[in-house]
Each structure stands twice: as structure tokens, then as C-alpha cells.
């Protein structure tokens, strides 16, 4: 009598592309020389799997973590099916211990020159910025006291660019090349740090990752302060940088444009991003006949579009400070209003144009009179001989006017910023071009936080944050490497369609509209029903018999054109679980 056959069904996903990646990387062998093997599962596989837990977006409290890889392909994570029973939470914590001891910055330099060697990343051109990683609860014991022997991080208050100033925080500094927005540099540092502060030290390690001073390094205005540019430029460096406006040189220009009508250049023009919503997408840009008190360049930029938004935000304010400034009028004009002190009045007026923004294009007339109120000399029930007493009480009026000299002055100046540069060699356009790659940066961080799920935070240990936030950087940087190789890979390849050209864009968003940019969340999201069926007799594979892979359809052109780039670009060709594979062993 035959055994009953049982169906074994293990998640692949995107698992394959991760791992090409991260072999590619050689991330598994540097995890083990760096942490000492010890008991069944070594520190090395646990974070492994954890790692290859947050690639895929598939972020869960850690004491989940042991059943995510029991339904994980064991081969896929590094595990026999053995040591996927011995996982738990309490040894992947032990293992961000041993991360945490481990020489993380000796592990960082290494995994990154590995990259740029195997990836052949340019730095020529690297951006830098910083974000917040709000967290929850109180970290009483994060002061920033030793573990083991090493300093930690303090987690405290700070400005918050999440705008959540109730909660403590660290501070999250992240560099990224021009080549495909790829993270080659993080510091993790305390809450309270000043992004300003942080600058020189990066510069210097980036120095010494790239092998040259004289790369294009570019920030935000926190770059701009007078020791920094000069350290930078003093060792042969190259910034760009915005120039704040509280700066001397940014007050004359916006002076100097009142009267004057500048040279403006024509960068670029595209068409309007809304093409329904208005004009194009025009940029301009001309240089200060003026540089900076240090010598530096001044290059003015100019954009259609922020002109737009500048206008139509401060119309806004002055509406909303209109709105305000006649609710407070009709207050005073109540019998019941307690504002009798014209300081009073004053105060909540100024209070409504600090609420709206409009304090520099909106002024506040008050007026004051007295109304003439008529009591009774003596209690009781008026009568036809009672006798009035006239009294005066002091009311108020406020009126909204628009101060128009300062709102045309500053209508002139719409949409405009100025970038400083040490950087004579460059053209203006190409300052530009340079400096508008920066948001490409601040899109790491987004996913950071939205796709991989950073925050909130489900650790109390601040040692084992800190490693956890290793392990975020190494996603990054396979997040940033899966979508440079598939867009690299479409600039290689012909189209799908029988129009000459090459791949330029895939069908990969709902009701198979085309993407011109494939992100990796949305590349893993394709593969993500992929699944290995094994048909087992008493717990045994069958080796006669053998299920296909689910997986989505093969005349889906999603998953064929990403199955065909996935090969050619990653190098898939030993990992037969994609797309019209026959299920392995």
C-alpha cells in the first residue's frame, strides 16, 4: 500500500535576484570572516536571512522572523531545513551583538570597494544627505553610555524632519554616487547632531574610498558654511552647494534684480510634468556678476514651475491671513468679546499672520472708538422714571492690507535659488545638471523609511540598532544595484515590439501600464508569487516526481521581458527558479 503524498510549498520570490547580488557582493563571506561562528545557526546566516528578510520588503518584528523562514526556500536563505527549526528571535538579537562588537567600519570600507570594483560604479560625482530615524518610546538607556567596551549612539530630541518633534530620534547620513544613486557611505550619529558638523569627516572618507580628492561633491545649504567650504576647496575638493538665504550675497542679488534685468540661459525644457496643469517645465540659470566673500561662484537658477508655486503659495498665505484677520473682526464686534486692550488686539492679530505665513506681505490696521452704553443708575425694573447713566467703552477694528511693494519685489524673484561652487571649469548648465540629481538621494531615503519599513523601530537595545542600521545600508545598496543592472540591462536590449529601438520601457504597473524606471520594489513585486512545490512520501522528497514552480503566467510580458533582462543583466543562468524554469531538486 502506497504512502500518501504530501505537497511541501516554499517561497521563493525574489530570492534568486537578491542572492546573484549578494554573492556577487560576496556579502556572506565577509559576514563570516567578521563574526566567529558559533552554535548551530552562526551569526553570519541569522543576519543573512534577516538581510535578505528586509530586501524583500517583507519587514516583520524579529520574533516573527523564524516562521517568515520556515516558509522561505531554505537553500535560498542559506539554511538547510535543520537550522531553519534552531532560528529564533533571541539568536538573530545575539547575532546584532556580535555585529555590533564586530569592526563594522573595517566591514562598510571592504563591502563597499567590493562594489565598486564588481560593479565598476563611477565616483566622479557623489551626493550627501541626512535624515531622521524617528523612534518610539523613551530610550532611558541611550544616553550614549558604552556596550561592551564601545560608545553608542544617543537617541534624543532634534529637529525632526519627519515633523514630529515628540519623539526621539537618530540622525541618518547617507552618500550616494551620480552612477545609478547607488549608497556608498552612511553614518549613523546622535539625535541631537547638526547636519553642518558633519560634512568634513564625510568628505575625508569619501577621499579615501574614491582615491582622490577631486571628485564633485554635492549637499544642501547645511554644506555651506565657511570652514567646510574652505577644507574642502584647501585639499583640491569640488562642492556644490546651496547658498542660504540669510547670506549677504543672496540679499544683493534679489536687490540687484529689481532694477536689473540679469542674462538668464536656457538650460532645459521638457514638457510640463501635469501636462493638463500648465506651462513647461522651463529651467535658466546665469552667474552672479558678484562670486561670494570667500571667492567662490555664484550661479543663479531659475524654474517655471517653482515660480508657479511661489506665487500661488503666497497668494495662499495672504488668503489665509484674510480669512483670519475677519473671523478675529467678528469677534470684536460681539458684545461678549473680552479684547479691551488695543496690546491685546495687537497681539492675537500678529498671532493670525504668524499662523498664515504672512507676516511680511500682509500689515494690520486697527482702529479704535468709543461706544456709547447706556445702565441703569439703580437696580430693579426699569420704569417710566428711571434714570440711564451714558457710559463709554472702547471697541476695536482690525483691517487686512496687502503691502504691494513687498509683494511685487519679491514676485520678481520667484523661483529662484542660488547654487555656490568652487568649480570653475564647469558650464552653468552643467552645475545644474549636477545639482538636480540630489533628489535622486533623497528618494534612497524614502526608501529607507516607506519601502523597507525602518520606522518604527521594534528594538530597545541601541547596540543591536545600530547593527540593524548596517543591515539597512546593505539593503540600500542591493535595492540601488538591482535597478541600475535592469535599467542598464533595458539600455542593452532591443524592444519588445517590432519598432526598431532599444527596451526603454516595461509593463510592470497595474493593468500592465508601461514603466520607464523599474524600481526594485515594484521588480520584486513581479516575482513575488514565485513558490517551489516538492511532492514528499513520508517526509522524503520523490525523485520521480517533481512540481512545476508557481509562478505568474509566462505570457505575462512583465515577467518575461524581467525574467529575460533578469538573465542577462544578474547573471541568472545557475539559478533555474525564474520565470519557465522547471522546478530544481
Known amino acids: 500500500m502506497s504512502s500518501v503524498l504530501a505537497l511541501d510549498t516554499r517561497f521563493v520570490g525574489g530570492l534568486p535576484l537578491v542572492n546573484v547580488l549578494l554573492d556577487r557582493l560576496k556579502l556572506d563571506r565577509l559576514l563570516a570572516k567578521a563574526l566567529p561562528a558559533s552554535g548551530r545557526v552562526s551569526p553570519a546566516r541569522a543576519l543573512g536571512v534577516l538581510l535578505r528578510n528586509i530586501v524583500l520588503n517583507d519587514r516583520q518584528p524579529i520574533y516573527t522572523h523564524a516562521e517568515w523562514a520556515d516558509r522561505a526556500e531554505p537553500s535560498l536563505i542559506g539554511l538547510t531545513e535543520g537550522q531553519v527549526a534552531c532560528l529564533n528571535d533571541d539568536r538573530v538579537g545575539r547575532a546584532l551583538d556580535r555585529l555590533f562588537d564586530a569592526d563594522r567600519a573595517a566591514l562598510l570600507t571592504e563591502l563597499v570597494l567590493r562594489t565598486i570594483r564588481e560593479f565598476q560604479v563611477e565616483l566622479a560625482q557623489l551626493h550627501n544627505d541626512s535624515t531622521t530615524l524617528t523612534l518610539t518610546g523613551e530610550y532611558r538607556n541611550a544616553p550614549g553610555r558604552e556596550v561592551r567596551g564601545k560608545p553608542t549612539l544617543v537617541v534624543t530630541y532634534g529637529h525632526n524632519k519627519d515633523h514630529r518633534p515628540d519623539l526621539k530620534q537618530l540622525l541618518f547620513v547617507l552618500t550616494v554616487s551620480a552612477d545609478g544613486a547607488v549608497p556608498i557611505h552612511y553614518r549613523a550619529l546622535d539625535g541631537n547632531t547638526n547636519d553642518a558638523t558633519t560634512h568634513i569627516q564625510t568628505w575625508e572618507t569619501l577621499c579615501r574610498l574614491a582615491g582622490r580628492p577631486d571628485f564633485l561633491y554635492v549637499a544642501d545649504c547645511k554644506l555651506c558654511s565657511k570652514a567646510t567650504l574652505a577644507h574642502i576647496d584647501k585639499h583640491r575638493g569640488r562642492f556644490i552647494t546651496v547658498l542660504p538665504r540669510n547670506r549677504r550675497e543672496d540679499r544683493w542679488f534679489r536687490t540687484y534684480i529689481q532694477t536689473h534685468d540679469p542674462a538668464w540661459e536656457e538650460a532645459l525644457r521638457r514638457p510640463n510634468p501635469r501636462p493638463r496643469s500648465g506651462p513647461q517645465d522651463v529651467w535658466k540659470v546665469v552667474e552672479a556678476a558678484l562670486p561670494s566673500k570667500e571667492g567662490y561662484r555664484i550661479v543663479w537658477v531659475w524654474n517655471s514651475l ?11 498665505r495672504i488668503e489665509k491671513a ?29 498671532k493670525i499672520l504668524k499662523e498664515a505665513g504672512a507676516e511680511r506681505w500682509v500689515r494690520v490696521e486697527i482702529g479704535e472708538w468709543n461706544e456709547p452704553i447706556y445702565r441703569q443708575e439703580q437696580r430693579g425694573h426699569p420704569g417710566p422714571h428711571t434714570r440711564y447713566l451714558r457710559k463709554a467703552r472702547r471697541r476695536f477694528s482690525v483691517a487686512a492690507r496687502v503691502r504691494e511693494d513687498v509683494a511685487s519685489a519679491d514676485e520678481r524673484s520667484d523661483g529662484m535659488f542660488p547654487l555656490i561652487t568652487n568649480d570653475k571649469a564647469l558650464s552653468l548648465p552643467q552645475i545644474l545638471e549636477a545639482y538636480k540629481f540630489q533628489p535622486k538621494l533623497e528618494k534612497r531615503h524614502e526608501q529607507l523609511k516607506s519601502v523597507q519599513d525602518l520606522a518604527p523601530m521594534w528594538l530597545k537595545n541601541v547596540a543591536r540598532i545600530e547593527a540593524l ?4 545600508f546593505v539593503a540600500l545598496l542591493v535595492h540601488a544595484l538591482l535597478e541600475r543592472e535592469v535599467r542598464r540591462g533595458m539600455a542593452r536590449e532591443p524592444a519588445l515590439t517590432a519598432s526598431p529601438g532599444k527596451l526603454d520601457r516595461l509593463p510592470l504597473y497595474p493593468e500592465e501600464r508601461e514603466c520607464r524606471a523599474p524600481s526594485t520594489e515594484r521588480i520584486l513585486d513581479v516575482f513575488a508569487p514565485l513558490q517551489r512545490h516538492r511532492l514528499r512520501r513520508q517526509g522524503r522528497p520523490r525523485a520521480d516526481l517533481r512540481a512545476r514552480t508557481q509562478r505568474p503566467s509566462q505570457a505575462d510580458p512583465r515577467t518575461h521581458a524581467l525574467a529575460h533582462l533578469a538573465v542577462q543583466s544578474l547573471a541568472l543562468t545557475a539559478r533555474r527558479d525564474i520565470a519557465s524554469v522547471k522546478c530544481g531538486k
Open 469 to 472: 542600521l548596517f543591515l539597512y
Open 322 to 350: 484674510y480669512v483670519g484677520l475677519e473671523r478675529l473682526q467678528t469677534k470684536l464686534q460681539g458684545k461678549r468679546c473680552r479684547l479691551r486692550l488695543r496690546e491685546r488686539v495687537e497681539e492675537a492679530a500678529q
Open 306 to 316: 517653482m515660480a508657479a508655486e511661489d506665487a500661488e503659495a503666497r497668494q495662499a
